[in-house]
T-cell receptor, first 107, second 119 residues
Framework: GQSLEQPSEVTAVEGAIVQINCTYQ??????LSWYQQHDGGAPTFLSY????GLEETGRFSSFLSRSDSYGYLLLQELQMKDSASYFC????????FGKGTRLHILP | NAGVTQTPKFRVLKTGQSMTLLCAQD?????MYWYRQDPGMGLRLIHY???????AKGEVPDGYNVSRLKKQNFLLGLESAAPSQTSVYFC????FGYGGGSSSYNEQFFGPGTRLTVL
């Protein structure tokens, strides 16, 4: 079967660093994507890990360990505009999303 | 370059009515997807297509049908709408996915969504 686990909510302070973990179990696997969704908006792509290791894109980094079926999204220098839901999404031919992690940022 | 567009943006149906949601993309993507999003449930995959003329079931396909007659269009049909189908529907498209490290081939582009209410 397929399963996807990430925390439902995370709270952090503006300017801090936060890590959102994701564990997955899928029948097939090409890589792991991360998406951001603001309230009322559509999901937007943040990063993709096709290989083990760390991918860095500005303030955001994403990590993948295929052997552990585990990944995380690291957000640095948090800004109020980062308040959103974050989804990890393992993909093969289909892309499955979980329930996402709601990130609350305190001033 | 419009990206992914969805028609209509809003719709209200009565139980038992039928309708078709249209998704169009102008990026020459092979893969297209339909998701529904309900409060607290994240995004759930309804159906997807890996190329023109092909469709496959996702996580929650019951009550929906799809067609991909042209590469750029992916239609989602509700034959007999039910209140449980009240949701926000998102269409998305992407290139063929593969196991390499390139983000550009694995980014999924989403449409703006269709808010459907079934009374």
């Amino acid at each position: 079967g397929q399963s996807l686990e990430q925390p439902s909510e995370v709270t952090a302070v503006e300017g801090a660093i936060v890590q959102i973990n994701c564990t997955y179990q899928t029948s097939g696997f090409y890589g792991l994507s991360w998406y951001q969704q603001h309230d009322g908006g559509a999901p937007t792509f943040l990063s993709y890990n096709g290989l083990d290791g760390l991918e860095e894109t500005g303030r955001f980094s994403s990590f993948l360990s295929r052997s552990d079926s585990y990944g995380y999204l690291l957000l640095q220098e948090l800004q109020m505009k980062d308040s959103a839901s974050y989804f990890c999404a393992p993909r093969d031919d289909k892309i499955i999303f979980g329930k996402g992690t709601r990130l609350h940022i305190l001033p | 370059n419009a990206g992914v567009t969805q028609t209509p943006k809003f719709r209200v149906l009565k139980t038992g009515q039928s309708m078709t949601l249209l998704c169009a993309q102008d990026m020459n993507h092979e893969y297209m997807y339909w998701y529904r999003q309900d409060p607290g449930m994240g995004l759930r995959l309804i159906h997807y297509s890996v190329g023109e003329g092909t469709t496959a079931k996702g996580e929650v396909p019951d009550g929906y049908n799809v067609s991909r007659l042209k590469k750029q269009n992916f239609l989602l049909g509700l034959e007999s709408a039910a209140p449980s189908q009240t949701s926000v529907y998102f269409c998305a498209s992407s290139y063929f996915g593969y196991g390499g490290g390139s983000s550009s081939y694995n980014e999924q582009f989403f449409g703006p969504g269709t808010r459907l209410t079934v009374l």
